[in-house]
């Protein structure tokens, strides 16, 4: 019986190879990065939505019902979100931009686990927004999450700004566009990049589904990994598929690479 260190090893060596040879590396994250943080994927088998109604930006909007249900789903995992800490994955990731390596994260994610683990800001586009703070919907203040949640839980009451406008967790709705900035940003990244890794992503959520094939038009080699089938499976762009998790493959490879450099 091998170990699951070799059972991998002459893909992470080819892995290593992208990495040493790329200076400006886009990566790409989804759910399947952050399970060994805690944070459940939500379209998994024991996702939230098969035991909650996701309530719709314009309901969210319109209705004081509809705010409290969101308030109340938002409430439920908090403290998961709060609590959770970045794994070997987000670690591997800030180890590229302290090595030079790292272009830009674009992430599906809303936990705000690679700005934890250390990725620059300038260089983290969260396309679907995060749970890391609130936002009002009509000025746009940020604010901590942690006092409007214990607000709420005591008075069932979804949070106002000081303006009058609604607050809410600042990840995007369900029927509420992505940030235009973000995705021109995300697009700008992926032409530029001379290498590109999608990591625990199905790549089935568009658009930012788009953002990898975008970097591999350009040229860039497009790496997958991932554990379970992904809808860019068999495109022509995909230079190297890894079916695995990414916890397993990433860190030691991107190790590798680095020492490899030195
Ligand atoms: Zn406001």
Not at 60 to 71: C, K, L, N, Q, T
Not at 210 to 228: F, H, Q, T, V, W
Request: charge should be negative; hydrophobic fraction near 35%; include cysteine.
């Amino acid at each position: 019986m091998i170990s699951r260190k070799e059972e991998f090893a002459p893909e992470r060596a080819r892995l290593s190879q992208y990495l040493r040879n790329s200076a400006n590396i886009l990566v790409f994250t989804g759910a399947g990065i952050s399970t060994g943080s805690g944070i459940p994927d939500f379209r998994g088998p024991n996702g939230v939505w098969k035991r909650r109604q996701p309530v719709y930006y314009h309901d969210f909007m319109g209705s004081e019902a509809a705010r409290v249900e969101h308030w109340d789903y938002k409430l439920e995992g908090w403290a998961g979100f709060r609590d959770a800490q970045p794994n070997a994955t987000h670690a591997a990731i800030s180890q590229l931009e302290k090595a030079g390596k790292l272009l830009a994260v674009v992430t599906q994610n809303i936990d705000g686990l690679h700005a934890r683990a250390g990725t620059s800001l300038g260089k983290l586009v969260e396309l679907h927004g995060t749970n890391s703070y609130i936002e009002c919907q009509t000025c746009g203040r940020r604010s901590d999450p942690e006092p409007h949640f214990e607000a709420f839980s005591q008075t069932r009451r979804p949070p106002i700004c000081e303006c009058g406008g609604f607050l809410k967790p600042a990840t995007i709705s369900f029927g509420q566009n992505l940030r235009v900035e973000d995705i021109n940003q995300a697009e700008e990244f992926a032409s530029k990049a001379d290498l590109i890794l999608a990591l625990g992503s199905t790549l089935s959520v568009y658009p930012a589904a788009n953002i990898p094939l975008i970097a591999a038009s350009k040229g860039a080699p497009y790496i997958i990994i991932n554990r379970g089938p992904t809808e860019h499976d068999g495109f022509p762009e995909v230079r190297l598929r890894l079916e695995a998790d990414v916890g397993e493959i990433l860190p030691s490879a991107v190790a590798e690479a680095i020492e490899g450099a030195k």
